[in-house]
């Protein structure tokens, strides 16, 4: 069994915590959505979903103005 060196060990435990830093912002986020949602449209998902598609694809065109990214999924 391999011992894990501390240059090893602090790299972990940066991944570890920028991940998890990420995934409390995602849903840090998520939360401000709903109440978005329900406050302004009533708790409509069509409004919002259709409002987070355009958004979407507005943050994919402005920076470059092609939607090329989406070929690439």
């Known amino acids: 069994m391999k011992i894990m060196t ?3 060990l602090f790299r972990l435990i940066i ?3 920028v ?3 990420i995934i409390l912002i995602w849903r840090g986020i998520w939360y401000l959505l709903d109440l978005v949602d329900a406050r302004f ?3 409509s998902h069509l ?3 259709i409002g987070g598609i355009i958004l979407g694809l507005l943050i994919l065109y402005l920076p ?3 939607l090329d990214e989406l070929s690439k999924l």
Do not use: I, L, M, P
């Open 6 to 8: 501390r240059r090893r």
């Open 15 to 17: 991944s570890v915590s």
């Open 47 to 49: 409004f919002t979903a």
């Open 41 to 43: 449209f009533g708790g």
């Open 19 to 21: 991940a998890s830093s």
């Open 64 to 66: 470059d103005h092609n």
